[in-house]
């Protein structure tokens, strides 16, 4: 191993115009796992700690500007004349540089941290390379440019386009990711030219001139193609949420969490597992969920932007929405809804309730159909419950509210004052008790209707 002690910049290619995506999106700008390629991509070379950042953009230069939020320089390419042209459109952003330049694609979005690194180690190696080119070899090599090379060293680069048969026999291809020093780069793509079957400005064309200047120039091999697959097409987006998606399925598993059907339960890149969670089948957790030991999640819940603690236990059927904060040991039942509330340690909500923002006490008990009314078509308010309060089902509880502890609500109140703590609660309709009074009517009632049914004969 070398010791890698250069400063590192990495420039990411992203001014292709992604037609097959055929969408308004930048394609770069699509998520995987519930976050945008290119974020993916941004996330692996940040483990490497480069000084500079430079995205090559084009088409939808806006786009990426506004979900870059100035995390890296943006250089403008514009026409898009080949892939050697776009890297040259990053030298004013990289002015006075003078480490490595590790050169990735928005679109191949998962080149492991590992793989960048070997790159570089590679480039600082004692024989000193020019240009070092990750190397692949896929079951099918397609329109793919080739490496030619010889125990890892390159002989020539060449395209799909412009190889002759003999060289299209070559299995190892280009990934199209390479490291390069910076006092090397710039000089080197001044002297490429477009004389080719695209008439584009090839990047691959560097390595043939430092080639020809007699500098050595070196192929690293990554085993594993579906590191280097760029994302085309809705297709080729869906086919790596899947691979992703089985990875990060594994590796919960790996994790100490049961999913009892692996294969139906769909994670965002950031979610988090404790150990002995179980997940039952067709969970889905949207971005920013954490899941603590010993929870159970049962079948067909949907979690997003939520906190569950110890031994809680959530659906079937349930819905946790940003800002859920499961306390421990807490009960959310079928058909029921958390957002932007707090239900407290043991608390209930066992059955067909809208529960927002609201702090639900330890130990609370919301019947069925407990609704927080939190909205009034303008401003959002609060419902407070206190410790063992119990709300009996179908209550309304109209925000702002609050109820204290061991409060007793009675079922089908619609509460809009707040309930002091052991207050008892009830607001609906004195009841009318008539004893026998449906006999006297039905009695009455079918007379009439026997005296219809024989006039009519
Ligand atoms: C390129 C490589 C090829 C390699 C393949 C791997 C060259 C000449 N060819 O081919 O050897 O096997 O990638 O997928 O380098 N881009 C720009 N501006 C441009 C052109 C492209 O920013 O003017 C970006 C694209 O957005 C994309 C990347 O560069 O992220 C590669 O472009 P693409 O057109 O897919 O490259 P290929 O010609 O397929
Ligand atoms: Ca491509």
Redo the contacts with the bound molecule.
Sequence with gaps: MTDVTSALAIVV??????TRMKSDTH??LHPIAGRPMLDHLLASAEALDPQRRVV???HGRDQLEKALQGRADIAL?E????????VQMAEQALAGFDGDVLIL????PFVRTETMRAMIERLNAPDAPAVVVLGFEPEDTL????VIADHGRILK?V??KDATEAERACGL????LMAVKGRDLFALLARVGNDNA?G??????IVNIANADGRICAVTVTDDEHE?Q?I?SRGELALAERRWQDRRRTQAMVDGATLVAPETVWFSWDTQLGRDVVVEPNVVFGPGVSVADHVVIHAFSHLEGAKVASKADIGPYARLRPGADIREKAKVGNFVEIKNAIMGVGAKANHLSYVGDAEVGAAANLGAGTITCNYNGYFKHKTIIGDRAFIGSNSALIAPVTIGADAIVAAGSAVSRDVAPGELRMVRAEQMVKPGWADQFHDIMRKKKAEKDSSKG
């Design positions: 290619l992203a001014a292709g115009k992604g394609k770069v090559v953009a084009g390419q026409p898009q004349l080949g892939t050697g042209h776009a694609y928005g679109d191949v329109q793919y440019g080739r680069m395209e799909h291809c280009n990934s199209g695209q584009e400005y090839y990047l691959t064309d280097v760029g085309n």
